[in-house]
């Protein structure tokens, strides 16, 4: 089964920062999305991550907010702009692989804790 | 849209007992996809089983099965011989069939096992 790794692993920023936050998996995969886990709350889509093109973001999420790359099939990075304390939360990222494509599977990475003062 | 209900913040059971996870969803689609996910203190997202709507056969993974009512619009998961490891928050999801399409989880049930 394929690796998928996310860095940092956790951090604490202040207010109006921004960071950015890796996700890399060991094998090609067709699909790749990010998650937003509000504290003690359910996932919340931000964004397909589209390879070669701009991602596409759900309702209530904007580019300006949350830029995201995707270089290439195994790697994808967002960005958390000029952070406030509603920004603490879990950012995950998720992959989906071509052989499960039609099934729906997704598999996520480990999370990024984020922490805002 | 879809929705997807976890009626049950909270749950216990006894380790070696079964328990049942209910989880309900709201859809006009007729075809699509819905999984339960487990998440540990350590956060990682792992996913336990999968059941495509147009399946009547009910999905089993080991000590994991389901019990898929369609007209109901119901989806619960049954732990047979629960185990410590079990305990996690479990999200139910719910998934349109097609390609880049979003999984649109339940609020989730804390499950905690107990020796």
């Known amino acids: 089964s394929a690796v998928i790794s996310q860095k940092p692993s956790r951090d604490i920023c202040q207010r109006g920062t921004s960071l950015t936050i890796q996700c890399q998996v060991d094998s090609q995969v067709t699909m790749m999305f990010w998650y937003r886990q509000q504290p003690g709350q359910s996932l919340t889509l931000i964004a397909t991550a589209n390879q070669g093109s701009e991602a596409t973001y759900e309702s209530g999420f904007v580019i300006d907010k949350f830029p995201i790359s995707r270089p290439n099939l195994t790697f994808s990075t967002l960005t958390v702009s000029n952070m406030s304390p509603e920004d603490s939360s879990i950012y995950l990222c998720?992959?989906?692989?071509?052989?499960?494509?039609?099934?729906?599977?997704?598999?996520f990475g480990p999370g990024t804790r984020l922490t805002v003062t | 849209a879809q929705t997807v209900t976890q009626s049950q913040p909270e749950m216990s059971v006894q380790e070696a007992e079964t328990v049942t996870l209910s989880c309900t969803y709201d859809t006009s689609e007729n075809n699509y996809y819905l999984f339960w996910y487990k998440q540990p203190p350590s956060r990682q997202m792992i996913l336990v089983i999968r059941?495509?709507?147009?399946?009547?056969q009910n999905a089993t993974e080991n000590r994991f099965s389901v019990n898929f009512q369609k007209a109901a619009k119901s989806f619960s998961l049954k732990i047979s011989d629960s185990q410590l490891g079990d305990t996690a928050m479990y999200f139910c999801a719910f998934m349109k069939p097609l390609r880049r399409s979003r999984l649109t989880f339940g609020e989730g049930t804390q499950l905690t096992v107990n020796p």
């Open positions: 059941q495509e709507a147009y399946k009547q």
């Open positions: 998720s992959v989906e692989f071509s052989s499960t494509g039609l099934t729906g599977e997704q598999y």
